[in-house]
C-alpha cells in the first residue's frame, strides 16, 4: 500500500498496543514502525533497476523481519527513554515525522506555493517542537522492554500483511523462499480504505491517554478499514465470475486468469485470462450496463525473446511478473516486456506506450539481456488525462 496508508496503520495499531500507556507517543512511533519496511528503498542508489526490482518488497517485508526487527527497535526505543536524553529524542522524533509528510509535498509539487508553504509549515513545526522539547523535563513512561517490542512487532508485520493485498506482491517468506503473496483485491492506494484510520487517529489525538474512547474510536476505525478490506475480497469474487462467464460466453480456453483492481478505487476492475499463445484482457465497472467483460487479445510473442536459460534479466522479470508477461517490438525495433498483471491504461489499447508497467530490454555483448528503461505508471505529463479517463470509465459503458 502507500505510504500514507502504512503510516496510518502503523500508528493505529500501536495505539491499541501501547496508546492507555503513552498516549500521542505510540501514534508517532506506530507511524515510524509502519514505515520500517518500505525503507529498503533507500538501497535503489546503489542497486540497479533489476536489483532494485526484486529487492522492494523483500526481506525487509517478510515476517522474520517483523520479529528481529522487534527485538532490534524495540530495545533501541526502550533505552531512548531511559535515557535524560530522551526529550531532546522525541523532539526529534516529532519533527521527523513532519518532515515525513511534508518533504514529499515539497519535492513532487508542481506548484511553487504549494512548495513554498509546505517549507514555511515544515519550519514551523520544527522550531516549535524544538522550544516545546528543549528544557523540558519529560517524566518516565512506566513502559518495559517488552511493551516497546510488542508495538514495534505488530506495527512491522501488519505492513507486509496488508501489502500482500495488492498485485504487486510480498516476499513475506524470505530469506527462506521469494514467493511473493499478491491477493489482488486491493489498489496499492485506496481512500476508503485510508480514510477511517486517519480521521480516527486525529479524533483521538485530542483525548487523553486514560480516556475509554480513544480505544472505543481508533478500535472503530480499524474495524471500519477492515470491514471494507473484507468487501473488497467480495468485490473480486464477484469479478471473478463475471470475467469467467465472458470467457466462456466467447469461447475462449485459457490456462489461468487474475483480476485486480484499478488504482484509487475498488470499482473498476482489470481482467487477464492467459492462453497458450495470447492475453485476453479488459476493464469491468460495476457500473458497466451489461455484467460482461469486453475482451482484447495480444499475442504474447515469448518467441521474440532469444534468452538462456540462465539470464538474469529476464528470469527476474518473469518472476517479478508471475510469468504474466508479453513480449512486443518497439516502433525503433527494440524489444519491450511488458507486465501484463497492471495492463494497459483504458483496457484495449496495445500500443508500446498503453502498458502500465514496461521495461524495454537489450541483448548485450555477452549475449544476456540489461534492462535499458523501465516505465511504472504514467508520465507526470500525462498523469490528469489519464486520471480523467479512469474516472469517466469507472462511471460505466
Known sequence: MDSLTQIALGAAVAEVTLGKKIGNKAILWGAVGGTIPDLDVLANPILSELQALAFHRGITHSILFSIVGAFLFGWMVHNVYQSKYH????????????ALISVPIIILSGNPAVKIAAVILLSALVYFTYRKYKDRDVPSLGTSLRDWQLLFFWTIFTHPILDSFTTYGTQLFQPFSSFRVGFNNISVADPLYTLPLIIGLIIISFYHRQNDKRRTIIWGAIIVSSLYMAFTIWNKSRVNQIFTDSLQSENIEYQRYMTSPSILNNVLWFCLAEAESEYYFGLYSFFDKEKKVILHSIPKNWDLLDAQEDDNTINT????????????????????INDMRYGTYDGKDTNEESFIFRFGVKKGSDGMYQITDEQAGPPNEDRAEIFKELWKRIKGI
Open 87 to 98: 526529550n531532546v529524542i522525541a523532539g526529534i522524533g516529532w519533527s521527523s515525522l513532519f
Open 317 to 336: 522479470l518473469k518472476w517479478f511478473s508471475n510469468n504474466y508477461y508479453g513480449v512486443m517490438k518497439r516502433k525503433d525495433g527494440s524489444l519491450q
